[in-house]
């Protein structure tokens, strides 16, 4: 399977919005609810953000919101902080047990 | 609170053998899918595998389908990583991960092992 497609970089001032997309394909995004998204501080773990395309876990702010509209999903981050800065993954489930990660998006906070 | 914690990371020849192994701690881990998931230097994340809590349904990468076995000891909390064949391009840092229950989606990660596979 191809990794699902994400823009190679995003940015924005303290307080913007910058949102990422998430581009599969009709047996992965568009085929499932069970997309999920990741922050990745490098040196340490990653971090469930969103799951099931718009839901936070708890600890996450509400600053961060998912959609999807059909083999595309995105990633909003609302209010950017200096700590946002980061790369973000999104993956997808992609039936039998299998998963689809993205390429990876560098949010760079200027 | 809930810690995965990887070892048995190191240095091996192409063609060499590795086990990784992931302790857990504060959650019930006999029920709980567990995954394998990998980041090669300068790259992105790749899922590897998964296997049920039981121990009795597995699913690899194709990538490494054959070469790596996914195992699990519930008696001692422990998931596995037994990797064969290694080759250059198994090099990369492994995070073994926590499933979030019913969402399809990976929860809690290690803080990963690097694996090296170079003559």
């Known amino acids: 399977q191809s990794a699902l497609t994400q823009p190679p970089s995003a940015s924005g001032s303290p307080g913007q919005a910058v949102t990422i997309s998430c581009t599969g394909t009709?047996?992965?995004?568009?085929?499932?609810?069970?997309v999920s998204w990741y922050q990745h501080h490098p040196g340490k773990a990653p971090r469930l953000v969103i799951y099931?395309?718009?839901k936070r876990p708890s600890g996450v702010p509400d600053r961060f919101s998912g959609s999807k509209s059909g083999n595309t999903a995105s990633l909003t981050v609302a209010g950017l902080q200096a700590e946002d800065e980061a790369d973000f993954y999104c993956?997808?489930?992609?039936?039998?047990?299998?998963?689809?990660f993205g390429s990876g998006t560098t949010v760079t906070v200027l | 609170e809930v810690q995965v914690v990887e070892s048995g990371g190191g240095l091996v020849q192409p063609g060499g053998s590795l086990r990784l192994s992931c302790s857990a701690s504060?959650?019930?881990?006999?029920?709980?899918?567990m995954y394998w998931v990998r980041q090669a230097p300068g790259k992105g994340l790749e899922y590897v595998s998964r296997?049920?809590?039981?121990?009795?349904?597995?699913v690899y990468a194709d990538s490494v389908k054959g070469r790596f076995t996914i195992s699990r000891d519930n008696s001692k909390n422990t998931l596995y990583l037994e990797m064969n064949n290694l080759r250059v391009d198994d090099t990369a840092l492994y995070y073994c991960?926590?499933?979030?229950?019913?969402?399809?989606?990976?929860?809690?990660w290690g803080q990963g092992a690097q694996v090296t596979v170079s003559s």
């Open positions: 991960v926590k499933d979030r229950t019913g969402a399809y989606s990976f929860d809690h």
């Open positions: 504060g959650f019930i881990f006999t029920t709980s899918i």
């Open positions: 296997i049920s809590g039981d121990g009795s349904g597995k």
């Open positions: 009709s047996s992965d995004v568009g085929a499932y609810n069970f």
């Open positions: 099931e395309v718009n």
């Open positions: 993956t997808s489930y992609a039936g039998n047990f299998n998963f689809v």
